[in-house]
């Protein structure tokens, strides 16, 4: 099995920072694209920013976030960071952190995720 716990979200306003966290732990596969979805209310969840576990990275984003949120990962802590800055009201939802492999559909896990609110 995998846990994933999330970390560092909050309360901040609008145009202000936040460093989520997501430390993955358990049966650890390779081959993995670890990444952050969001959910407001009453709206679906949707991609925020994923990136892979290879060596050569990949990063992939939601429009709405380019340019003002970045995704790294550390593979030997198993950790993965969303830096958001510049936010804005529309940002604030619900945070979830993913760990899926890239050739196993069943290895697919979510984090309790953590609320993030920009308001001010």
């Known amino acids: 099995q995998v846990q994933l716990v999330e970390s560092g979200g909050g309360l901040v306003q609008p145009g202000g920072s936040l460093r989520l966290s997501c430390a993955a732990s358990g049966s650890i596969f390779s081959s993995n694209v670890m990444g952050w979805y969001r959910q407001a209310p009453g709206k679906e969840r949707e991609l925020v920013a994923t990136?892979?576990?290879?060596?050569?990275?990949?990063?992939n984003y939601a429009d709405s976030v380019k340019g003002r949120f970045t995704i790294s990962r550390d593979n030997a802590k198993n950790t993965v960071y969303l830096q958001m800055n510049s936010l804005k009201p529309e940002d604030t939802a619900v945070y979830y952190c993913?760990?899926?492999?890239?050739?196993?559909?069943?290895?697919?896990?979510w984090g309790q995720g953590t609320q993030v609110t920009v308001s001010s």
């Open positions: 993913n760990l899926r492999s890239l050739f196993d559909s069943r290895k697919n896990y």
């Open positions: 990136t892979t576990s290879f060596s050569f990275v990949t990063r």
